[in-house]
Structures are given as C-alpha cells and as structure tokens.
C-alpha cells in the first residue's frame, strides 16, 4: 500500500510544509510520493515549487487557473499511490510530519475514506482583521473524530483527507465548480449516494491561512452561490440535504414560508451585517442568520431568473 500526498495550491508559501514532508517520507516505507499542483500561480511562485522536485516530489503545473475541482482531479490523474492524501495548503502539522503520516495506516483496512480533521490555534490571532475566519473555524470546523463520526457525510471535507484511489477515480470532483465552495460538500454527497462510508479520526492539521473578514465574507458568498447552484442539480434534494446543515434549515423555514422574508430581510440588511461581521465584535449568531438569509436570497434569485438583484 502507496499513499501520494496532493497539495493543490495558488500563490502561497507551501517550503516548510513540503521540506517536512519529504523528511517524513524518508522514515515511513507507505509514503510514496508528493505532487505539487500548481494551479495558475506567479512566475515566483511557480519557481519556488519547481526548486522542491525530487524523485520523490513532483510539481503538476496548469497555466492558467482552473479552479479547486479540476486541479485535484488532476493531481490524482497523476498520482502513483492506492490512498490519495490531499492536504490544503495553507496547513500545518501540529507535531512531527511523521507521526502525521503513520497515525493513517492502521485506518487503511478498515475505510476507503478517511477525514484526519481540521485544527485552529487555542489562541485567537494577533490581527482582530481575521478573527471571523478563526471564530467559526473554532466553532464549526474544529470537532473531535467522536462527534464528526456522529454523521460522517455531512463531516466530509478534502481538507485533510486520505481516500482510495480507486473510489475517487469513480467519482471525483465535479469541475463545474468554478469558483470557490462546496466542492467537498458535492462530493461527500456522492459517496453517501454510492453507499461508500468515511472514517473520521483524529489526526487534525492546524489551518493557518486566516483570510481577513472581509475576504471570509466574499468567499462565504461564493459558497452560498455554488451552494444554491447545486441545490438544483443533484438528483436527489432530500438526500443531499441531509448532508448539509443549511439546507436542512432551509426547508424547515420553506415548510413554514419564511423564506422570502429572510431574503427581504438580507437585500435590506446585508451593508449593516457586513460592517458588523467586519469588526471587533463578531458575533456567530449574526454570521449564522447572514448564511441562512443569503441561501434564501439566492434560491429566489434562481427560482425567478435573476428578478432580485445580484448582488
């Protein structure tokens, strides 16, 4: 059994990270080989990757940027291992790279998809700019292998995750998404409907990539909008929304008819929220209800055509 890291990344300091790695692999027989997707990056950049290619370590280069979907399916195109470890750049490894690497191994007989987890520091970071990012990771993603194995699919995500390769050939990212948001969430959903179970455990990385509030917010609405997207384009509304906490909202307040309210309510409120969410004083409930009331704007915006406006 062969594990291929894949590192998908854009215009982001990935040394250190990968400079671990290959000394891990030096010491773990399993870990076979890094691939380095480089996904439309600056020439300095690009040239920073291409000066870490070993044997061992590879750097997969698109020249333009083709977005997170189409640039991990090419990574596992071209990865050599049965198990596909795909890592987000912006990580970092709480103890040492190979301990990381060896907490998988007793997990690879017993799941085809395994979830190590996501981290945030215990400390909140230094610039209050991007302290929205570092509260709800806290809070949203930031859950013990006990509680995300409580629903596995809906726990799903390709931030650190180890999956066969033979199951991700069937089913892969869907490269209709673009832009940023929800493409693990799709994909989570496909394994559900292929009856293929996930294993959380605990084996979490630290995410140190914070984006400032501002730049949170934007990427928020991205997913909103794939979000809403996908709603219509999965076969099976009920199933995927069993797998998505703000879609099982959604139809809730649906069934009691709040919905056109709460898009009222956004179109109306949004600047104030955005200042708000951009301050000093966050707070998660005021971010919950922004999402909620900007799903329901969009499922209006979809379901008439664009009457409302885009915003």
């Known amino acids: ?19 671990s790695m290959k000394n891990a692999m030096g010491k773990v027989p399993e870990f076979y080989e890094i691939l380095i997707g480089d996904d439309g990056s600056s020439a300095e950049y690009h040239e920073k990757y291409l000066s870490l290619e070993t044997d061992n370590v590879k750097v997969i280069t698109s020249e333009k940027n083709i977005g997170r979907a189409a640039i991990r399916n090419k990574l596992a195109l071209e990865a050599k291992g049965d198990f596909l470890l795909f890592i987000d750049a912006d990580v970092m490894v709480p103890g040492t790279a190979e301990a990381y690497i060896l907490k998988w191994l007793p997990f690879v007989n017993i799941s085809r998809v395994i979830c190590g987890g996501t981290l945030y520091h215990e400390s909140a970071p230094g610039d209050p700019d991007k302290l929205l ?53 799709l994909l989570g959903y496909q394994l559900k409907k292929a009856g293929i179970g996930i294993l959380h455990i605990d084996n979490g ?17 991205l997913g909103i909008e ?9 076969t099976d509304n009920k199933s995927f929304s069993e797998t998505v906490l703000i879609l099982k909202i959604y ?6 008819g709040v919905t056109r309210i709460l ?16 301050s000093s004083d966050i707070s998660l409930l005021l971010f919950g209800f922004y999402k909620m009331s900007m799903f329901c704007t969009y499922r209006e915006i979809h379901n008439r055509k664009n009457i409302l406006p885009v915003f």
Request: overall charge positive; charged content about 30%.
């Open 1 to 19: 059994m062969n594990i291929s890291l894949l590192i998908p990344v854009l215009d982001y300091d990935i040394i250190a990270l990968v400079y």
């Open 133 to 185: 990012r570092w509260k709800y990771g806290k809070w949203r993603e930031q859950k013990s292998a006990a509680e995300r194995n409580k629903h596995p699919h809906s726990g799903f995500s390709t931030f650190n995750v180890l999956i066969e390769k033979s199951v991700f050939s069937k089913i892969r990212f869907n490269e209709e998404l673009k832009q940023y948001g929800h493409e693990d969430t």
């Open 205 to 221: 990385l630290i995410h140190e990539g914070l984006e400032s509030n501002r730049d949170f917010l934007n990427k928020t609405k």
């Open 226 to 234: 794939n979000l809403s997207k996908l709603y219509d384009k999965v």
């Open 251 to 256: 139809n809730k307040l649906k069934y009691f």
């Open 263 to 278: 898009a009222a309510i956004f179109i109306r409120y949004r600047d104030r929220m955005e200042i708000r969410l951009d």
